[in-house]
């Protein structure tokens, strides 16, 4: 734990007293989103502190030319930029003449800042004194709405306390808008109509390169004790901003206002050429609506969401607001709408991880939303690396492999592989398998089937390839070998027979064989579809069949555990207890030839294998594994945390799993890894979710029925949670001393609990 200032609290996030030093952490921590966009929690007033701007469109990116000391080929040709997108928050205020600043005033009270996490809004208040020894409170309130998603909503409050207050508000939009970096310092945006109708005004620009077409808008009302004013607005533009000006005078304890609607509309869901059309009709509704019934309406969205995803902790107020609090974020990031649009692992906090789409989403996400909201979900979400399969075989060309071989990038946009690191883009080759899973995992988890045949078995059939490429055979072992790659654990690269990559490369080649059969047994007219399409043999089949049933897994007799890769038992094998805390996290602390040589695992590597093929290894396996590789884990990736607590929980190591469940649901809130500035971790925080469901709950899907383990932590007193398990949506209560599993909707269902057979209707 690195900070510890968010108050306890089950459904918000609560900062009290205003410190700049805090500022930048808490524009991450209380960022808002609705799917389609997002923002860190900047102010909307002038702020001339540190700061680090950020507002985004779902989707929207721009290709930065790769920048390398040392070009290698197979580099990409971009890293992709998550765009700080035109800024329309802003509302510039002045007091007496003196602009309302925190970083300047003279003394700032009562500062209260708080994201309601139940219904869905943001909100500051304190008091500030001002240079001129004017003290105003100040009460501002901020959503995003669910149900107008092209809209976000302001309310901006001043009530002078010791005198009368001449305060204009200056709204404005804006699209001179820059990154916090940039490889080449390049323009990405270009503006290219800035327009004022009465009191509404838009700004149109698109992306350089990408050419994504947007609309900027905003309008305002002025208020006086919540009684609007008849204001005509002056309204100034520059070549990339437009500014509103509302100017009104109140007594000492009377209070101004200012309402601002704004958003986006872009050219994924309209014609170019209508995008102020479609930013008016927006607007249109808005006011129609207003202010108060449209944050009616996001309570009650919110309220529909948590009703199917909450996770409740009695006993244990810290646990239950880190699990709200990665529920909550999940669902502002992700609603599963648009099947183009997919899970950044910051989501809409920050620009960090350049791309939206990393093997995070298969392998900790899908779970997450197959269990929260309807299948059609987690659907479209391998809908989407199905249409980009034909950038994964051209990923794959690019590399030097043929024959509709398919490489599924580390990092993308649209497809194509935008990571620069050679570690990642050539050797973190494990990502395939992943997605391999996921198509597993969503039909073992919903029975639907019909995705493979329609879509999955190509994806399946394109990885298989790759796998059976990739392998080399090794005449001095007598095996197929999987050289120079990247596990999982980034803290070695270019190592040789890394565990977990040549196992899931041989159980996708083996699930892929399997896969074929079962469609052409009962899909046929599907599998002559499938066969043509990618000129599949028999000859083809035999050869993968040759390179899976002939892995290599490297393995210690004298430990009697699989080794994470050949050399690992070279290095100093130094525990992370013996490790000088000063030191930590290494990641910041040493240079990358230091790490690379060290025994250190940033995240679960051989640990993840286990995870995800839990039924292939015995209790004692697992039990020998974790006992054996966490102790070198140091837990520097989001992503580790979470699995070593479902695997303490198997292991009824309750004690560890509820440190590592603290730790993942808290990691941005406490901020473990010292950069939450920077972001969130939020596709990690599907990995809270699975510390609860998967581990404390013991949820599993065993001879193609729902199971359960429970058991509960020292620190709580009871849990409960929901899941959508094939259209029959299940509660389930643990306590102490109880176990309790209710079927809330859908037809009766048979599960199993603690093996014993429980009939839910």
Known sequence: MNQDYIQPNNWSIIEEGFDVDRVKSSESLFSIGNGAMG??????????????????????????????????????????????????????????????????????????????????????????????????????????SLDLDEVGAIKFNIKPLNGSAAIQFQPYIDSGITNEDSNWDDKFWNTTNIEVINDQAFIEAHTMKTNFHTCTFMQSHAFINDEKQDITPEATSTEHTITFSYNVNVEQNQTASLVKFGGYTVDRYHEKAKLIDAAKTALSKANTKGFDALLEDQKQAWTEIWNMSDITIDGDVKAQQGIRFNIFQ???????????????????????????????????????????????????????????????????????????????????????????????????????????????????????????????????IGIARFWHQRATFSTHKNKYVILGVTGPNEYENNVNNNWYTNYIAKWCIDYTLETLQKVEDGYNEDYKRVVGKTKISDQELTQWKKVADNMYFPFSEEHNVYLQQDGFLDKELITVSDLDKTQRPINQKWSWDRILRSPYIKQADTLQGFYFFEDHFTDEELKRHFDFYEPFTVHESSLSPCVHSIQAAKLNQMEQAYTFYLRTSRLDLDDYNKEVEEGLHITSMAGTWMSIVEGFGGMRIKDNKLTFEPKIPEEWDAYSFKVNFRDRIIKVNISKNNFDFELVAGEAIEIIVNNQAKYLQ
């Open 330 to 460: 999940l669902n502002q990031t992700y609603l599963g709408k648009d099947s183009r649009l997919n899970i950044g692992p910051k989501g809409f906090t920050g620009e960090k991880y350049g791309g939206s789409t990393y093997w995070d989403t298969e392998a900790y996400c899908i779970p997450f939303y197959m269990a929260t909201k309807d299948q059609k979900v987690a659907r479209n979400l391998l809908q989407y690396r199905y249409n980009h399969l034909e950038k994964a075989i051209e990923n794959a060309q690019k590399l030097g492999f043929k024959n509709g071989a398919a490489l599924y990038p580390m990092v993308t946009m649209n497809g194509e592989e935008c990571h620069n690191e050679w570690e990642i883009t050539f050797e973190e080759i494990h990502r395939n398998g992943s997605i391999a899973f996921a198509i597993f995992n969503y039909y073992r988890y919903t029975g639907d089937f019909s995705y493979i045949p329609e879509m999955g078995l190509e994806v399946l």
């Open 39 to 144: 923002q860190r929690a900047n102010f909307e007033e002038q702020y001339s502190g540190p700061t680090f701007q950020g507002s985004y469109i779902a989707g929207v990116y721009y290709p930065d030319k790769t920048r390398v000391g040392w070009w290698k080929n197979g580099y990409p040709e971009y890293f992709a930029k998550v765009l700080n997108a035109p800024s329309w928050i802003g509302i510039n205020v002045t007091i007496n003449g003196e602009a309302l600043d925190l970083f300047k005033a003279k003394r700032v009270d009562h500062f209260r800042r708080e994201l309601n996490m139940k219904e869905g809004w943001l909100s500051r208040r304190f008091e500030v004194t001002l240079q001129n020894d004017l003290k105003v409170e100040v009460n501002i309130v901020r959503f995003l």
